[in-house]
T-cell receptor, first 109, second 119 residues
Framework: AQRVTQPEKLLSVFKGAPVELKCNYS??????LFWYVQYSRQRLQLLLR??SRESIKGFTADLNKGETSFHLKKPFAQEEDSAMYYC???????????FGSGTRLLVRP | GAVVSQHPSWVICKSGTSVKIECRSL??????MFWYRQFPKQSLMLMAT?????????EQGVEKDKFLINHASLTLSTLTVTSAHPEDSSFYIC???????????????FGDGTRLSIL
């Protein structure tokens, strides 16, 4: 079955420290992977997608098909990065998204 | 652009009543909308896919007679929780897909969610 796993419920780092939010997936086809972010009292919004190969707000994520991972990274965390981060998978030939359980990132001053 | 509005944001009602939640795409036409359910500290779980002008497609384990979905126009989908009970209390979130060709070109845009509390 298709599954997205985010092993960390909470990740706490100090400002300026590197951040890596882990995401692993289970899917036999060709997935499309996303990271969504939810800031306090705001709606869920798209942060980045693997097919775009872009850096958003300093965050990057590379799809590693061998390790079935799509970890989110940022070299220097900022306090405003504190939020809930969800990794999501879209299966090929489908519009549906499968979400991981989310990781709360807390960046301390 | 691509704003999705969800209403109400919070509703409290007695057990046995029916509750309707609206999801609107404000500045685009959404042929497909999605309804999710999120329990505290858990992930978003897709309940159903709402297609304009046709019946909704429900995920396994979701009772279609319990959660009625209507997508009567390109900008509005409604979720009605019928005869709600305390176990239906949850956070319900809708999303809408922007129109276009291909699966990869239309990300989902999410509403603010509706917190439903059944007493």
């Amino acid at each position: 079955a298709q599954r997205v796993t985010q092993p960390e419920k909470l990740l706490s780092v100090f400002k300026g420290a590197p951040v890596e939010l882990k995401c692993n997936y289970s899917y036999s086809g060709s997935p499309e992977l996303f990271w969504y972010v939810q800031y306090s009292r705001q709606r869920l919004q798209l942060l980045l997608r693997h097919i775009s190969r872009e850096s958003i707000k300093g965050f990057t994520a590379d799809l590693n098909k061998g390790e079935t991972s799509f970890h989110l990274k940022k070299p220097f965390a900022q306090e405003e990065d504190s939020a809930m981060y969800y990794c999501a998978l879209r299966m090929d030939s489908s519009y549906k998204l499968i979400f991981g359980s989310g990781t709360r990132l807390l960046v301390r001053p | 652009g691509a704003v999705v509005s969800q209403h109400p944001s919070w509703v409290i009602c007695k057990s046995g009543t029916s509750v309707k939640i609206e999801c609107r795409s404000l500045d685009f036409q959404a042929t497909t909308m999605f309804w999710y359910r999120q329990f505290p500290k858990q992930s978003l779980m897709l309940m159903a896919t709402s297609n304009e002008g046709s019946k909704a497609t429900y995920e396994q384990g979701v009772e279609k007679d319990k959660f009625l979905i209507n997508h009567a126009s390109l900008t509005l989908s409604t979720l009605t929780v019928t005869s709600a009970h305390p176990e239906d209390s949850s956070f319900y979130i809708c999303s809408a897909r922007t129109p276009g060709q291909g699966y990869s070109n239309q990300p989902q845009h999410f509403g603010d969610g509706t917190r439903l509390s059944i007493l």
